[in-house]
Nanobody, 119 residues
Framework: QVQLVESGGGLVQAGGSLRLSCAAS????????VGWFRQAPGKQREWVAD???????NYADSVKGRFTISRDNAKNTMYLQMSSLKPEDTAVYYC?????????????WGQGTQVTVSS
């Protein structure tokens, strides 16, 4: 069982930066693949980025080159550094974990943190 808690959301102007954190409970965090998702008002939740247990990263085209996902297994924490933010990045951001790099389903989710980018 893993519990995830996001933090770091807020209001920022277009072009600005924010860093989201996701703190995980449990000793197995280092074995989990983890990722970030977001959901804007009136839209479906979409995948943003993920990172495997070995540190390999993947990004949605919409954030590639602007967002960086990372993890610190010693701190049981995952991060999403967001730069050059755009109004269309406004959404509730969720972190999620799946039990292995090969699992296809994310079983654990945080409660979400709001990111609002003003123009």
């Amino acid at each position: 069982q893993v519990q995830l808690v996001e933090s770091g959301g807020g209001l920022v102007q277009a072009g600005g930066s924010l860093r989201l954190s996701c703190a995980a409970s449990g000793r197995a965090f280092s074995r989990y693949a983890v990722g970030w998702f977001r959901q804007a008002p009136g839209k479906q939740r979409e995948w943003v980025a993920d990172i495997t247990s070995g540190g390999n990263t993947n990004y949605a085209d919409s954030v590639k080159g602007r967002f960086t996902i990372s993890r610190d297994n010693a701190k049981n924490t995952m991060y999403l550094q967001m730069s050059s933010l755009k109004p269309e990045d406004t959404a509730v951001y969720y972190c999620a974990a799946r039990s292995s790099d090969y699992a296809t389903r994310y079983d654990y989710w945080g409660q979400g943190t709001q990111v609002t980018v003003s123009s």
